[in-house]
């Protein structure tokens, strides 16, 4: 079992929608990770918390350290925000040390 | 401020040869760390640099090595490249002190293609 899980693995949804993505994970973390990956490469870092809630215009984080679970809200979603959305985790013994979900394919049709 | 600048951003090699890849992180951060990216494995942790020192490793081989210069640029070597090798190699920097670390900024990455 990897020690980060993301779901769903793809995700389609017509523009507007509410979407979500979960992150679960098994290791002591000092911060959790969301990035987003355009075609061609590129990652963007959008949040980095280690407790509680962040807001970033459309997105939102969340994330539980007692249930080792954080999800990633994106409201009024956009097709400009197809991408794949990865979790991450630094784990206690290295803060750069990162550990990566397998990312979530999102797809919005206009 | 100019972001994290990776080069080269593309280049092909064939098996048995070397490969250096450089990293020139922000203005003002002083870690480095690097990532594998492949269709089947993800992304996955090289190891990290700070002040000239590696502070992290992942799990690769020791063909996979690297360094950071006193102007906190990196520089990360592939040695005797194989097949798998070919991926996408992306280098984040980061401020970090004594009262913890900041968002990690991405560079654009170098596509290695080993052929």
């Known amino acids: 079992k990897n020690e980060v899980e993301q779901s769903p693995q793809n995700l389609t949804a017509q523009e507007g929608e509410f979407i979500t993505i979960n992150c679960s994970y098994s290791v002591g973390i000092s911060a959790l990770h969301w990035l987003q990956q355009h075609p061609g490469g590129g990652i963007v870092s959008l949040f980095m918390?280690?407790?509680g809630k962040k807001k970033h215009g459309r997105l939102i984080a969340t994330i539980n350290i007692q249930e080792k679970h954080s999800s990633l809200h994106i409201t009024a979603s956009h097709p400009r925000d197809s991408a794949v959305y990865i979790c991450?985790?630094?784990?206690?013994?290295?803060?750069?040390?990162?550990?990566f979900g397998q990312g979530t394919r999102l797809t919005i049709n206009p | 401020k100019a972001g994290v600048t990776q080069t080269p951003r593309y280049l092909i090699k064939t098996r048995g040869q070397q490969v250096t890849l450089s990293c020139s992180p922000i203005s003002g951060h002083r870690s480095v760390s690097w990532y594998q990216q492949t269709p089947g494995q993800g992304l996955q942790f090289l190891f990290e640099?700070?002040?000239?020192?590696?502070?992290n490793k992942g799990n690769f081989p020791g063909r996979f090595s690297g360094r950071q210069f006193s102007n906190s640029r990196s520089e990360m070597n592939v040695s005797t490249l194989e097949l798998g090798d070919s991926a996408l190699y992306l280098c984040a920097s980061r401020w970090r002190g004594a009262r913890g670390t900041g968002e990690l900024f991405f560079g654009e990455g170098s596509r290695l293609t080993v052929l």
């Open positions: 991450a985790v630094s784990n206690s013994q290295g803060a750069q040390k990162l550990v």
């Open positions: 640099y700070f002040s000239e020192t590696q502070r």
């Open positions: 918390l280690s407790s």
